[in-house]
């Protein structure tokens, strides 16, 4: 994301307080946003996408201290102190995200300001939250974290999506485990292909469809999905 100049805002009228980036306009006056959509910007965005890819990860600065807002919206989900400060879950300031995964070649967070509301950046690492005996695939990292409470009986390896590379493939036909498919309810049909394909590599699998995503659920109403046939 590059700044490009100052511009008057339709908004708010000012003469100079709109920034322009290569990918949207913002005011730092009314907080105006708009997204560039034509196919100018398009090419140019997806092109700094592939020159991103390309390099080392961008490195982030963060803090330990989260901010009431990100605080609120981990409570929600029923997320502790002590897995905040277990799972190393942390702060960007500059890009106003809590940051739920942070490797040496990836980093996720959820942001607060404008535009998407995940964003990553780097190479997916295999992440698997807790020890059981069942590997339960999520989407997303707060799903794996609840999923790791149930202790011996299940863990949990969030996708940070909703597909499962060749990569992730191989780690799971190493450990040789139960696997589990559980994603949002709109992934149903991308669940089931991938317990098709776990199951031609071998492995015991089986999908779990629910109205809500894992993070949504108690502890007790986790072990009755997971447990369900």
Known sequence: MSFLRHLPCPKCNSKDNLGEYDDHYFCFGCKYYHAKDDVFSLRKRINNQHKKQSTETEMLINVK????????WLLKYGIT???IKKYKFSWNPIRNMLVLLET??????????FGP???????????????????VLVE??????????LRNEFCSLPLL????????????VK??????????RDKAIQAVRIKNRLKSLGLSSKVIVTNLDPKEYNKSELIVWLKSR
């Open 81 to 83: 102190p002590d897995e």
């Open 104 to 113: 040496k070649d990836y980093w996720q967070g959820r942001n607060f300001g």
């Open 175 to 184: 450990l040789n485990k139960p696997v589990y498919v559980w994603l949002d």
């Open 65 to 72: 201290d989260i901010p009431q807002k990100a605080m609120k």
């Open 140 to 149: 997303d990292v707060l799903s794996a974290v609840k999923i790791a409470r």
């Open 161 to 172: 999506g909703s597909s499962v590379s060749k990569q992730v493939e191989h780690r799971l």
């Open 117 to 135: 509301k995940y964003q990553s950046n780097g190479n997916k690492p295999l992440t698997i939250y807790g020890n059981g005996d069942i590997i």
